[in-house]
């Protein structure tokens, strides 16, 4: 059964960093790309980054260039994203997500529970 | 790649036929999935590549279009339908999602 559990979450100042973490299971992690989504109280979904099977490449939306940071160990089946300089629009609960089918991304098939991130002083 | 779902509420009674509207800004061939989504609770794959239901998804959903506009019809509306259902495109990254349409019943 494919299981992907989020955690790393929590209360950070404004200015500040935390990093989320997914981990994963009942798949061959690195044969699939990985993304995290967003989703703000009361909004809709969206899109964060994804990387690579391997960890070769990286994309982000434009909102957080700069600031997050996604990767990848694959020898611990694990997903990561590294937030910093931390704003009030950046709460949200962060969902961690496979891209489907392996080696592609044209959906995200699977998807966690989700960890919430607050931005507040 | 900007994507437009309508509308944004559509309220309906058990048994009607509804239809879900998404356009992008652009041609992204058959790149769009749809999602379901219920309060407190992850997203649900619904299609993939536009008009391919995902495994364990009723055949009451259909999912179609390509280039700029794509439609997702649920023919005869359940209970458990009642949802937030959005579409996301995958022709380019950022891979952005529409705003979304709430289904509530009538």
């Known amino acids: 059964e494919v299981q992907l559990v989020e955690s790393g979450g929590g209360l950070v100042q404004p200015g500040g960093s935390l990093r989320l973490s997914c981990a994963a299971s009942?798949?061959?992690?690195?044969?699939?790309?990985m993304s995290w989504v967003r989703q703000a109280p009361g909004k809709g979904l969206e899109w964060v980054a994804n990387?690579?099977?391997?960890?070769?490449?990286?994309y982000y939306v434009d909102s957080v260039k700069g600031r997050f940071t996604i990767s990848r160990d694959n020898a611990e089946s694990s997903l990561y994203l590294q937030i910093n300089s931390l704003r009030a629009e950046d709460t949200a609960v962060y969902y961690c997500?496979?891209?489907?089918?392996?080696?592609?991304?044209?959906?995200?098939?699977?998807w966690g529970q989700g960890t919430l991130v607050s931005v507040s002083s | 790649i900007q994507v437009t779902q309508s509308p944004s509420f559509l309220s309906a009674s058990v048994g009607d036929r509804v239809t879900i509207t998404c356009r992008a800004s652009?041609?992204?061939?058959?790149?769009l999935a749809w999602y379901q989504q219920k309060p407190g609770k992850a997203p649900k794959l619904l299609f993939y590549?536009?008009?391919t239901l995902q495994s364990g998804v009723p055949s009451r959903f259909s999912g179609s279009g390509s280039g700029t506009e794509f439609t997702l019809t649920i023919s005869s509306l359940q209970p458990e339908d009642f949802a937030t259902y959005y579409c996301?495109?995958?022709?380019?990254?950022?891979?952005?999602f529409g705003q979304g349409t709430k289904l509530e019943i009538k």
């Open positions: 996301q495109q995958f022709k380019a990254s950022p891979y952005g």
């Open positions: 990387i690579r099977k391997d960890g070769g490449e990286k």
């Open positions: 997500a496979r891209d489907y089918p392996a080696a592609y991304s044209y959906a995200h098939d699977y």
């Open positions: 009942g798949f061959t992690f690195s044969s699939y790309w």
């Open positions: 652009q041609d992204i061939s058959s790149y």
């Open positions: 590549l536009a008009s």
